[in-house]
T-cell receptor
Framework: DAKTTQPPSMDCAEGRAANLPCNHS???????VYWYRQIHSQGPQYIIH???NNETNEMASLIITEDRKSSTLILPHATLRDTAVYYC?????????????FGRGTSLIVHP | ETGVTQTPRHLVMGMTNKKSLKCEQH?????MYWYKQSAKKPLELMFV???????ENNSVPSRFSPECPNSSHLFLHLHTLQPEDSALYLC?????????????FGNGTRLTVT
């Protein structure tokens, strides 16, 4: 099953781009990469997902390398409200059930 | 507003009490999940329901008993819990269990067992 590796913490200045990396070297060809974030005392919030192509929505951009072994979540203009734990996950195949399995994520602190 | 509502937001219970956590989703999804988040630990999957049928039980102790009467509602019945069961209990839903279906989480129930 595919697993992900993320740095435990990062920081970013307000107004600058936050680039959060994720390694998923054992990802299978049909597995999607998902990103969620969790602000303190709230449930995780879905951000974006992708398979092969780069994706963009109103929250973020997702850049997936050509070999699909890593990806980067980009918050183009980080704000203080983007301070959260960011999870990169690949849905794990449990014998036909594709279950999202969370790791420890990256704690992003956006400072003034 | 996430579309997934959990009640209560906070719950304190003794080890001999029986209580229930409730989750309701208004997204028309067919799959629902219970996760546990203990302090300093990753989210742990507990149960998965798909079209009201339980499809995953991640070796959860029997003092936790899920119930899914329909695709919109999910309960977690609690009895004779231990202090180490204190955690944030999160409910989530997804359109289905395919690879391209994101999860939508509620804001959780913060449970304290005394």
């Amino acid at each position: 099953d595919a697993k992900t590796t993320q740095p435990p913490s990062m920081d970013c200045a307000e107004g600058r781009a936050a680039n959060l990396p994720c390694n998923h070297s054992t990802i299978s060809g049909n597995e999607y990469v998902y990103w969620y974030r969790q602000i303190h005392s709230q449930g995780p919030q879905y951000i974006i997902h992708g398979l092969k192509n780069n994706e963009t929505n109103e929250m973020a951009s997702l850049i997936i390398t050509e070999d699909r072994k890593s990806s980067t979540l980009i918050l183009p203009h980080a704000t203080l409200r983007d301070t959260a734990v960011y999870y990169c996950i690949v849905r794990v195949d449990l014998g036909g059930s594709y279950i999202p399995t969370f790791g420890r994520g990256t704690s992003l602190i956006v400072h003034p | 507003e996430t579309g997934v509502t959990q009640t209560p937001r906070h719950l304190v219970m003794g080890m001999t009490n029986k209580k229930s956590l409730k989750c309701e989703q208004h997204l028309g999804h067919n799959a629902m999940y219970w996760y546990k988040q203990s302090a300093k630990k990753p989210l742990e999957l507990m149960f998965v329901y798909n079209f009201k049928e339980q499809t995953e039980n991640n070796s959860v102790p029997s003092r936790f008993s899920p119930e899914c009467p329909n695709s919109s509602h999910l309960f977690l019945h609690l009895h004779t819990l231990q202090p180490e069961d204190s955690a944030l209990y999160l409910c989530a839903s997804s359109q289905d269990r395919t690879l391209s279906s994101p999860l939508h989480f509620g804001n959780g129930t913060r449970l304290t067992v005394t």
